[in-house]
Structure formats: structure tokens, C-alpha cells
């Protein structure tokens, strides 16, 4: 197989600086220690089935440089297979700590033993030109030592792929701070890459979202401010790689109690962080056409409870039943199936015996802010509209309903109650329990899915 690029990420050991704010994975505990043998493995197979590789781009989370990260028979290893692989550009990141003579000589020198003479590019992660900022961020550089790192790559023939942050905190004027960084690293590097900065749960920054005080960048924002950089060849515009759902880090956050109909257990900053990243980031499962927005249950994660039981089995038989994108509606927010089991969606509970008047008109308010969110941020993907409706199997006096109902009013998507009225009101004034569950419900839920040949 001929490949044109290939990215490979092989984590070994922890990064020697390991303090970046925005830097989960140098703080994680027990990070493995693999072996000359395995490392040398991993990247053989990575690289199994490939005749011709153009580019290689070489992660592993701190310096590929650094001997207890990379030792140097598996930092030559890989330089023997890009040689076999006609590799024209290899890419590798390194804290400048690493670019050193020695380092940098050592490298060239086993090019020329090999003579192979292939692209090097250092990732060079500046993140900000603005010192200030780089000792807040606890990068360990400054603009003359990444200077230096850079120009020492230069005296021996290699480039510098400089990596810049487009939000980092402590600035106001991000487009500034990002032109100024802009105007430093260009004229000096190969290649720069803006990312929008995304933390995990080990990452002081990732506390500092949960503060509320910073976030990511949605799409809106981060094109704003890197749209000039849009057309120029040497500027590459990285708005969510490599981003993932939130992940928190228990042993480190506060644990919190999330129980209680009240405020606290509404407005969370674990729930904000996940509503903003579901609106903004999340991009649903490729098979997913309908959204079926289904109740919460005391027992999590929901799927476990009996309410979730019936549901799910008779969906199941649901011609679509694949293609409906299970999302359920609670205090935290909107939760879809496939998170229901991730911190704190199956850790918190909401005891209806408790609300109060003036919760249930919050509740209602937020809940409806946060469907609109993440409706109107996904209205392209599951193409609904005003005749593509959106499904719910809600009961009809509840806030949730309430609020997807006012939802869909503001942003002119149809809504169907899947729960059938007449059916509904006829049982709730025979004081039925467990109404939802109810097998003549369940049917109708069914058929009227059927109805519309899902
Ligand atoms: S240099 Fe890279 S790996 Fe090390 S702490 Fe900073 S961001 Fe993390």
C-alpha cells in the first residue's frame, strides 16, 4: 500500500517538563514503560502493509528527543523505516529542552550514516509569542529559547512546525494575541498549526473550564478569529482534532454530591462542561437520522431501569431502530445513550418529592437553553426541520417536555409525542403508575413510529 501521510501516536513514559496547564496526559499516573523491543514492535506494526509513505507524523506526548521517552535505538529504528519507506517528511515533537547540539547532531549524523536525507520537522509546541502568557501557561520556554531551538534546527538542515494555541486563558483579545504570536513564529517556521485548546480531566486548564471563567472555542468563535490564516499555504487551521468527550479525573476533581432538586444540582459546572461540549463538539454516530428524546430514570445508568427496559425492547423493534438516536432529557442536560455510563451521568439524582415551584421554572428555563443548544448546533446532521420532526416519548405535563416543546417552537422543528395523548390523560385520571411503561403506551410509541416507516 502506497500512503501519502500517516499520523502515529506512541506514548511511552512521561513527558520531562510535564507542566503545560493545558497538558493532561504528562500529569496522568502510572504511565507505561515500554520496552526497546515493544516500542520498536508498535511502530512496525503501525507501519505493516505499507510499501511507500510520503509523510510521517510521530506523536508521543513529550519529546521524541528525550532518550527516557524515545530511546535512541528506537529513535534510529524509525529513521531506518522511513528510509525503506521512501519517507520525504518525517514529523516529530520535542520541548525545546531537547534541541540540543548533541541531540540535533546525533540525528543528522545517523541520516548521513544511512544517507538518507528526508524532511525533518520538528513540532514545536510555542503555543503564545507573549512571554507573559508562556509563564502562566507553564510551558517552560520563552520566545528566545524557542528562538534558539529553532535556529539550531536550522544551523543542520531541519524546519520548525510551530504549534500555536488560538484561546489560551489570560488573554481578552484572542485575534491579537494570535496575530502577534502569528507574526513572531512565521517568518522562523516551516509550517504553523493553530489549534483551538481542548483539556481533559488531569489538566489545570480543564479545572479552569469548570470554573467557567475560560472555554473552547466553538466552531463560530475559533473561524472568527483564524479565518485570515484560511488561504496561506504555511498556516494549518486545526479547529477539534483529536478532541474527545469530557474526561474527568476523579481522584483529582472534588468528588461533589450531585443530588438534590435544587440549583446546585441544575447548573452543576460537571453538567455545563458536558452541554457545551455535546453543542459544540460532539458530532453524533455517522448511522444516526432521528432524534428520540426519551425521560430520565432514577435508576442509572438509565438503560438499567425498568422504564429503559420496556422502551428499549419495543424500539428494538422499530424498522429504524439503528438509525434513532436514543438522547435522554434530565438536569444535567441532554444526555445521549452512548453517554449515559461517563461521570456524573450515572452518578446523580434529581428527587422529584423536592422540587419546588420556583426549581421547576428553572429547570424549565435551562432545559430549554440547553436543547436549544444542541438542536440548533446539529439541525445540518440529523436534517430535521419544519417537517422533519423531532421525537420524544415525554410525558406531557413534564418541565423536560415543556421545555423541548418551547425548543422546537423557537427554532421551527416539528416535535412529535411518540406518548399518545387520549391514552395518556385516560390513564393519568385513573391514577395509573408507571403510565410510560404502560404495554397499550408502548404499542401506540411503536405504531407511531411505524406510521412514519421508521
Ligand atoms: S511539553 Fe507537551 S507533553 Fe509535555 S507537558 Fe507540555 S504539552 Fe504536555
Known sequence: MDLDTKTMIIENNKCAWGKCIFCSFSKKQNVQILSEDKLKQLIENELDGITTLKQLKFFNSGSFLDENQIPIPVQDFLLEKCKQLKT???????????????????????????????????????????????????????????????????????????????????????????????????????????????????????????????????????????????????????????????????????????????????????????????????????????????????????????????????????????????????????????????????????PEAQETPNIKKLYTVVTQARIENYLKNHKDYYSYNSKKPVFCYLKYEAESYIALKNACKNLDISLINLVDKDTYDLFKKQGMKDILINEMLLDKMFLGLAKRKL
Not at 508562556?134 to 544551523?155: D, F, M, N, P, S
Request: hydrophobic content about 35%; charged content about 25%; glycine content about 2%.
Open 88 to 350: 520525504e517528511e518525517l514529523i516529530f515533537e520535542c520541548h525545546p529542552m531537547f534541541i540540543t547540539d548533541k541531540n540535533i547532531s546525533r540525528i543528522r549524523k545517523k541520516l548521513n550514516d544511512i544517507n538518507y536525507s528526508p524532511k525533518i520537522n520538528v513540532a514545536i509546541g510555542l503555543e503564545s509569542a507573549d512571554n507573559t502568557i508562556l509563564k502562566k501557561i507553564k510551558k517552560g520556554i520563552t520566545r528566545e529559547t524557542y528562538t534558539k531551538a529553532v535556529e539550531l534546527l536550522k544551523k543542520y538542515n531541519f524546519y520548525a512546525r510551530t504549534y500555536l494555541m488560538a484561546n489560551l486563558p489570560y488573554k481578552k483579545d484572542y485575534s491579537k494575541s494570535l496575530n502577534d504570536s502569528v507574526d513572531f513564529a512565521l517568518p522562523m517556521s516551516d509550517t504553523i498549526c493553530i489549534i483551538n485548546a481542548y483539556p481533559y480531566g488531569y489538566a489545570e486548564l480543564f479545572d479552569i473550564w469548570l470554573s467557567r471563567k475560560w472555554h473552547p472555542l466553538n466552531k463560530n468563535e475559533f473561524e472568527k478569529i483564524t479565518k485570515k490564516y484560511k488561504n496561506n499555504k504555511k498556516i494549518e487551521i486545526f479547529f477539534d482534532d483529536f478532541i474527545s468527550y469530557p474526561k474527568f479525573s476523579l481522584p483529582k476533581q472534588k468528588k461533589v454530591d450531585l443530588y438534590g432538586a435544587n440549583k446546585f444540582n441544575l447548573t452543576h459546572p460537571y453538567y455545563e462542561v458536558w452541554q457545551e461540549y455535546l453543542a459544540d463538539f460532539y458530532i453524533p454516530p455517522k448511522v444516526k437520522e432521528h432524534v428520540l428524546i426519551l425521560p430520565c430514570s432514577y435508576r442509572k445508568p438509565y438503560s438499567m431501569s425498568k422504564t429503559h427496559k420496556a422502551i428499549i425492547t419495543r424500539l428494538k423493534g422499530a424498522y429504524s431502530y439503528g438509525k434513532i438516536h436514543q438522547i435522554m432529557v434530565s438536569n444535567p442536560g441532554l444526555i445521549p445513550r452512548e453517554f449515559e455510563s461517563k461521570y456524573p451521568f450515572a452518578k446523580y439524582d434529581w
